[in-house]
């Protein structure tokens, strides 16, 4: 069935550890973004990419990379330099990028906790 | 300034009434879409409205309807006939574009609670 798939649901970093989060999506959307949810917080932009081979950071992209190679994958890493990482990380699409009535379609998203 | 201003941490409703989450908005562009998002326990966000700033008719969307005031920047979300599935989070969203990068900014949600 069609819709977007993150993996895994619960994740596990060690201190000084590089963990990647994984986004699949069979929507043939152009557009993927990452966002992270805290607590009591609403979502923030990490990163976005409007087309394969091309991403631009978001708000706050400090401490995460990503990759595009192909239209239906887009990972993030969460790397060492992410002092505080634990937090819930949602993978989204739209149909196009850069258009102000764009829906965004969301995977069920990846717990990210430190040990 | 907060761009997205939702008052509102949590809500209690009575089933079957109607409620109305609040949210305010900033903004200084004159195109803009404002968004509302619910967020079940499982946390994947589901799109429920979408409101557009030269749009003159309030959205619709099912038991959804978006009473946008554009002079006082509200965008508050009405929910008919609530039921038990509609306990959730939800979330107002605006976006604002800014020549080819668009930018949509949450606001920090309400916790709706649906009582029998």
């Known amino acids: 069935d069609g819709g977007i798939t993150q993996s895994p649901k619960y994740l596990f970093r060690k201190e000084g550890q590089n963990v990647t989060l994984s986004c699949e999506q069979n929507?043939?959307?152009?557009?993927m973004y990452w966002y992270r949810q805290d607590p009591g917080q609403g979502l923030r932009l990490i990163y976005y990419s409007q087309i394969v081979n091309d991403f631009q950071k978001g708000d706050i992209a400090e401490g995460y990379s990503v990759s595009r190679e192909k239209k239906e994958s887009f990972p993030l890493t969460v790397t060492s330099a992410q002092k505080n990482p634990t937090a819930f990380y949602l993978c989204?699409?739209?149909?196009?990028?850069?258009?102000?009535?764009?829906?965004?379609?969301f995977g069920s998203g990846t717990q990210l906790s430190v040990l | 300034a907060q761009k997205i201003t939702q008052t509102q941490p949590g809500m209690f409703v009575q089933e079957k009434e109607a409620v109305t989450l609040d949210c305010t908005y900033d903004?200084?562009?004159?195109?803009?879409?404002l968004f509302w998002y619910k967020q079940p326990s499982s946390g994947e966000m589901i799109f429920l409205i979408y409101q557009g700033s030269y749009d003159e008719q309030n959205a619709t969307e099912g038991r959804y309807s978006l009473n946008f005031q554009k002079a006082r920047k509200s965008a508050n979300l009405v929910i008919s006939a609530s039921q038990l599935g509609d306990s959730a989070m939800y979330f107002c969203?605006?976006?604002?574009?800014?020549?080819?990068?668009?930018?949509?900014?949450f606001g920090t949600g309400t916790r709706l609670t649906i009582i029998p």
């Open positions: 929507l043939n959307h152009d557009a």
């Open positions: 989204a699409t739209s149909k196009r990028g850069a258009v102000t009535n764009e829906k965004l379609f």
């Open positions: 903004t200084s562009d004159q195109s803009y879409g």
């Open positions: 969203a605006m976006s604002e574009f800014n020549f080819g990068n668009e930018k949509l900014t």
